[in-house]
T-cell receptor, first 109, second 116 residues
Framework: QKEVEQNSGPLSVPEGAIASLNCTYS??????FFWYRQYSGKSPELIMS????GDKEDGRFTAQLNKASQYVSLLIRDSQPSDSATYLC?????????FGSGTKLNVKP | EAGVTQFPSHSVIEKGQTVTLRCDPI?????LYWYRRVMGKEIKFLLH????????ESGMPNNRFLAERTGGTYSTLKVQPAELEDSGVYFC??????????????FGPGTRLTVL
């Protein structure tokens, strides 16, 4: 079983729609959770971090964490073509980051 | 503030040769991490330095890989001798706060290694 699971996609949404990206993790002891965005050939860029159950909003992005279900999600409101990228879910467990394989998002104009 | 930098950006070598990758973390970051992404797979942890000490090297694939961080600043990752399966993108990341759950890792641009 992988530490972090993500649907590889691609997830296609029209411009202006809400994109919903999901991630599950296996270790209940995981402490903090991150979403990174990675454009092709570039390094992962931090979008959001979340540490406690519930929602955390930052601009058009909302991260949601449910530790009981071991589930993390990222909502992108008013999706733009520039949001098209691979979104990586990462889980921090005692300073060791475990990454999902990423979900490819396509936002169609 | 300068981000994490890595050198070279690309390296193409033949099987059996040696390659050394370099990472310069963000200034003041004591934590330095190496990761690798092979094609089609997720990014995987290799090892973690705190200053010049190896905190966790459980992800290093075998003894052909040697990481150093002399002086606690930049780090090098040497692959000797390189094998075909070592091809991939090697990322370096750094962070400031050891042990804090709010600690965030910032990634460098990566070194794409191709072993022919």
């Amino acid at each position: 079983q992988k530490e972090v699971e993500q649907n590889s996609g691609p997830l296609s949404v029209p411009e202006g729609a809400i994109a919903s990206l999901n991630c599950t993790y296996s270790d209940r002891g995981s402490q903090s959770f991150f979403w990174y965005r990675q454009y092709s050939g570039k390094s992962p860029e931090l979008i959001m971090s979340i540490y406690s159950n519930g929602d955390k909003e930052d601009g058009r992005f909302t991260a949601q964490l449910n530790k009981a279900s071991q589930y993390v999600s990222l909502l992108i409101r008013d999706s733009q073509p520039s949001d098209s990228a691979t979104y990586l879910c990462a889980v921090n467990n005692f300073n060791k980051f475990y990454f999902g394989s990423g979900t490819k998002l396509n936002v169609k104009p | 503030e300068a981000g994490v930098t890595q050198f070279p950006s690309h390296s193409v070598i033949e099987k059996g040769q040696t390659v050394t990758l370099r990472c310069d973390p963000i200034s003041g970051h004591d934590n330095l991490y190496w990761y690798r992404r092979v094609m089609g797979k997720e990014i995987k942890f290799l090892l973690h330095f705190v200053k010049e000490s190896k905190q966790d090297e459980s992800g290093m694939p075998n003894n052909r890989f040697l990481a150093e961080r002399t002086g606690g600043t930049y780090s090098t990752l040497k692959v000797q001798p390189a094998e075909l399966e070592d091809s991939g993108v090697y990322f370096c990341a750094s962070s400031q706060l050891q042990g804090a759950i709010t600690d965030t890792q910032y990634f460098g641009p990566g070194t794409r290694l191709t072993v022919l």
